[in-house]
């Protein structure tokens, strides 16, 4: 019998909106995680297979000491990891009685595992996407090589003991990379005809790299099985993320966004089922006590207000995993329309993750207004004053905080950030009470001073001071996690956005000569290009620090590696600069003095072969040998698409030495087909595309913002639904106030002007506290976890407390005016 | 043997001030089928000596026997079952549950109590107070009569022996007032139930058979009425 009890008391509370906030916090907390959980996990596997074409891989194993054991691949294999190898060495490749210096690179088949090859009939024009690779005894190669040795397609290119026809125009390679320097023009052949070329010897400089790509699982006991067998020295294993990727800085961003953004939501949306759950119990109270007085037992209760709650949820879960869903799909189709690809399905996850969090959610934050409904007395029909007793608030407490840093952990992963989040999460509200509490003292005594309804609003905000500061507190966490996303998303897309501006250089031009540095200086500027100015190169080495010389991989072998200090192991370009480049910035020491002699090194690299001011550095340059001391050191942005250098030399030094040149220049998309005209004149000078890998950086950076946007629209609701949630439950405790003032005359109108002042100094104040706490956070996050500089936001200081007394009052307004549009009659029997 | 005794019952109530005593070692005997009304002024004690009757309490002193069964003894869940088998309830503010409709009120303690066919009993009581059009109201959509009418067929669908009322004509206006009450002592006479009733009006009073005048915590006076 009772389940009918409880069937018919949901269908009715349903059907008069009883219901609905408990219903919408749990429906949107389910949503919520789905939809995020969900669309994250999509993006993010689509991030990482367009990222992984930066690496043509998932993951690569460098090796700069000859070949791998084959059972490593065989182990691959078994895991279900697919591989491919790329060998690249450079050689000369001699056509049309002339010769160039060439970047071979010998692939295996399945290469790449990631990404595509796009082939074109002529140079810089428009590729398509290759099928396969080039056939035995074919070679596709780079435009630029087409310029320099006059070849069309069908020639001959001797590349040592073997020759190739060249079937295509090579225009796009997934792994180019950025490196400007090294990039001579890529000659791809297939790797069966490597060994007739005679190229690879004992001691010749060869880089091999083994691709591997398949499933996060199958990858993930591959590379455990791999990494303690790598040698640290010859052999380096490199995924997406990693450092040195040009997109690391920003996936790292994101994710820790979507976390964090996330986290947030669900426990606003947790806020609102805890508010909403107890509001519920509350409002049974009655119903509870006439039930126990008509003799109605209390596990039978119980069971019908379980089942009740039950079938709610259930309800609300059911509907939330179908709005989930349907928003992902919707938001999926958008993001992938703008992608112009099909993002990855997603697996199971997402569903238990939100299912779980919904029912965890109604369980834990409805037991204890449930056992307190339990406990309400029967002697409540006689005696209204009455409600439930005998359970220590600290219960709730225990039950709530318990619910949240589980959600964390579940979320997170991870128990440390967990607890770090939940302790100073706690901290920050106690130090929010204290606040709100002493605020509310103060605008008490302002609101002396003012007209009627003024003062009814503060007469009623300082006797209700305890709930009020409560209430506050729930406000300002709401308003602040809203500033909080809002402003974090815009300094990440400001940050990305600075990083890549849409007319960043797209073109590098190398090997220009010195006598054509002036004509190429006046072409750019005849033909309206912007460009960097040209930088002299002259290769050198580095050959001691404070007479100690360093490690060289050529002589290694000779003699006792302790006498040595870790140097470049290669050859440098190094360039003279008189003024500090534009986009440097000098961290320790002063640039060059005139007639000064010294070098100006990167801060990293100083870093990491330990060096600082005053260091006597010795190097090699042609024929001569000279030592200078480091008179500073700059930080230099690499993310620029500038030419960056590790050393700059004073001019006296390097002025009078042999020299190329290079520059970098924007030239938008549409002049594409100029540039075989433009650089006509310049037959020596290489150039180098790099608008597609701009555009593969700026696509991810696209998936990105699409995705934080979204996830802050969620983290919006959510909040929200807290202060719908907070707003209607303090209403219902004013209620019988307000009806008192309305039986003895006082107007709708003054009513809803004090109820409206009140929301709006409560929201103004929720606001402002909510700004200050914003800041706080947003500098901890910003210098903790996100690595960038600290910003204040003073926009945020209006908007902050505007927000907060808008939504707030506006709130208060509605529901206090479809309160009153009842007739006192009416508002009387209700309270009774 | 008397349906419903009191014996030497108090109540005292812990306040600020100090331990406060409501009703002090009162006795009290209401037999089968008597109509009785407890008569005072605000604050001495009437309302507690009914929640104290009806089992909603328990005194501080003192014992209660309803049909036999000493209150004392039972727990709370026992009193509950107690009250499910043999008592009916009136507020003054009718205490109908808001979010059920007119008909699932009355059927409500049948319900509680396991009885079988609840809703044609409902339906039947809902028509003898007039209601047999408005089943699916909920109680905000009747008025004050009409949600007292409801609370009425509630308190007599469990046929019990004994029905208490608190001051159940106390929200009404003279004239509805007086329908319900006749509407009241109808039912209590065609159901043979014992009927104990507080009340600040005196001419309600004087409809029933005996009337207990309480002042300070003591009863004044047992009055017959005429």
């Known amino acids: 019998m009772w389940h009918k009890i409880s069937w018919r008391l949901l269908k009715h509370e349903l059907r008069r909106g009883e219901l609905t906030i408990m219903a919408a916090a749990l429906v949107l907390s389910v949503c919520a995680v789905l939809s995020l959980s969900m669309f994250s996990e999509r993006l993010q596997a689509g991030l990482m297979e367009r990222s992984a074409e930066f690496l043509a891989a998932d993951r690569v194993l460098r090796s700069r000491g000859g070949e791998i054991p084959t059972e490593w691949l065989e182990r691959a294999e078994v895991e279900g990891v697919a591989s491919a190898r790329r060998v690249t060495f450079n050689s000369m490749a001699f056509a049309n009685g002339d010769m160039a210096l060439v970047d071979v690179k010998a692939v295996t088949d399945g290469y790449p595992l990631r990404g595509h090859l796009e082939i074109a009939d002529a140079p810089f024009t428009q590729g398509v996407v290759a099928d396969g690779l080039p056939g035995r005894g074919e070679t596709w190669v780079q435009g630029s090589l087409f310029q320099q040795l006059g070849l069309a397609l069908g020639d001959e290119l001797e590349v040592g003991d073997s020759t190739f026809v060249v079937t295509q125009v090579l225009s796009h390679e997934p792994d180019s990379g950025f490196s400007v320097f090294t990039d001579s023009p890529t000659v791809l052949i297939h790797n069966d005809d490597l060994a007739a070329t005679g190229l690879i010897q004992p001691g010749s400089r060869v880089n091999y790299n083994y691709l591997f790509a398949g499933e996060p699982q199958a990858l993930q006991r591959f590379e455990t099985w791999l990494l303690p067998q790598l040698d640290s020295v010859t052999q380096r294993w490199q995924n997406i993320q990693d450092g040195d990727s040009p997109l690391s800085a920003a996936l790292t961003r994101a994710e820790q966004f979507m976390l964090l953004a996330s986290l947030l939501g669900v426990v606003l949306a947790a806020t609102a089922v805890a508010v909403a759950a107890q509001r519920y119990a509350q409002r049974n109270y009655d119903a509870v006590a006439v039930m126990k007085t008509l003799g109605g037992r209390t596990p039978q209760i119980a069971r019908i207000f379980s089942l009740h709650l039950l079938l709610l949820t259930a309800a609300s879960v059911a509907v939330g995993v179908l709005l989930g869903v349907l928003l992902q799909a919707v938001v999926s189709w958008y993001v992938s329309s703008q992608l112009g690809y099909e993002l990855p399905a997603a697996g199971n996850g997402p569903y238990l993750l939100a299912i779980g969090t919904g029912l965890l959610c109604a369980l834990m934050f409805s037991l204890y207004p449930l056992l307190r409904l339990m406990k309400v007395p029967p002697l409540r029909v006689l005696r209204r004053e009455l409600t439930a007793s005998g359970l220590s608030r600290w219960l709730h407490w225990c039950l709530a905080g318990g619910t949240v840093f589980l959600l964390m952990v579940l979320y997170s992963g991870s128990v440390i950030l967990s607890f770090a989040l939940f302790v100073g999460g706690i901290l920050a509200m106690l130090i929010l009470l204290g606040i709100s509490r002493l605020f509310i003292r103060a605008s008490r005594q302002a609101g002396m001073q003012a007209g009627s309804s003024w003062r009814l609003a503060m007469a009623g905000m300082q006797r209700r001071s305890r709930e009020n500061s409560l209430q506050m507190l729930s406000f300002s966490v709401a308003v602040m996690l809203f500033l909080l996303v809002l402003a974090l998303r815009h300094e990440l897309l400001e940050d990305w956005r600075g990083q890549l501006p849409d007319d960043a250089p797209n073109y590098f031009v190398v090997n220009v000569a010195g006598h054509q540095v002036e004509p190429m200086q006046a072409m750019f500027e005849r033909e309206s290009i912007r460009a960097t100015q040209l930088y002299p190169i002259i290769p050198g080495r580095l050959t001691a620090i404070n007479g100690t010389p360093v490690r060289d991989e050529v002589t290694k072998e000779e003699r006792d590696d302790s006498e040595y200090r870790e140097g470049f192991g290669r050859e440098l370009q190094l360039t003279w600069q008189r003024d500090l480049p534009a986009e440097n910035t000098l961290r320790a020491g002063q640039w060059f003095a005139p007639g000064e002699r010294g070098v100006s090194v990167e801060s990293q690299v100083a870093e990491r072969i330990d060096i600082g001011l005053g260091d006597e550095l010795s190097f090699r340059v042609g024929g001569n040998e000279f030592t200078v001391p480091v008179t500073n050191i700059r930080d230099v942005d690499w993310n620029t698409m500038q030419p960056n250098f590790f050393m700059i030399f004073s001019p006296e030094l390097l002025e009078d030495m042999p020299a190329t040149y290079i520059a970098s220049f924007y030239l938008p998309p549409d002049r594409r087909p100029e540039l075989y005209q433009l650089f006509r004149n310049f037959p020596q000078a290489s150039l180098i595309d790099v608008e597609d890998i701009l555009q593969q950086v700026r696509d991810v950076i696209n998936h990105v913002s699409l995705a934080i946007t979204f996830v802050m629209v969620l983290v919006i609701a959510a909040g929200g639904l807290v202060l719908i949630a907070q707003v209607q439950a303090s209403l219902e405790e004013r209620q019988q106030e307000l009806v008192i003032l309305r039986t003895l005359g006082a107007k709708s109108k003054l009513l809803t002007q004090a109820v409206s002042y009140e929301f709006i100094v409560l929201g103004a104040l929720a606001g402002l506290i909510a700004t200050l706490a914003m800041e706080v956070s947003i500098y901890v996050l910003q210098t903790q976890v996100f690595n960038m500089p600290a910003s204040l936001h003073w926009r945020f200081w209006v908007l902050g407390p505007v927000l907060g007394a808008g939504i707030v009052a506006l709130l208060g307004w509605s529901v206090c005016w479809r309160m009153l549009r009842q007739s006192t009659g009416q508002l009387i029997r209700k309270l009774s | ?226």
């Open chain 2, 1 to 226: 043997m008397s349906l419903i005794e009191a014996k030497s019952i108090s109540r005292n109530v812990a306040t600020t001030a100090g331990e406060l005593q409501i009703l002090s070692t009162l006795s009290v005997a209401i037999e089968a089928g008597e109509a009785v009304a407890i008569v005072g002024a605000s604050g001495s004690g009437k309302s507690t000596l009914l929640s104290l009757l009806a089992g909603l309490d328990l005194p501080s002193s003192g014992e209660i026997l309803i049909d036999n069964v000493k209150l004392n003894d039972l727990d709370e869940e026992q009193r509950a079952i107690l009250r499910g088998e043999k008592i009916g309830f009136i507020f003054q503010s009718f205490l109908l549950i808001q979010s059920l409709t007119a008909l699932e009120n009355v059927m409500l303690p049948a319900e509680l109590a396991g009885a079988k066919k609840p809703e044609e009993q409902a339906r039947e009581l809902l028509a003898k107070v007039g209601l047999g059009e408005r089943l699916t109201h909920y109680p905000n959509q009747l008025s004050g009569g009409e949600q007292q009418r409801v609370a009425i067929a509630r308190a007599f669908i469990g046929q019990p022996q004994i029905l208490f009322a608190d001051e159940p004509t106390g929200n009404l206006d003279r004239k509805t007032g007086a329908l319900i009450e006749d509407l009241l002592f109808e039912l209590n006479r065609e159901f043979g139930t014992t009927l104990i009733m507080v009340t600040h009006d005196e001419r309600l009073a004087q409809k029933c058979d005996r009337i207990l005048r309480i002042e300070d915590g003591q009863i004044l006076e047992h009055a017959d009425v005429a």
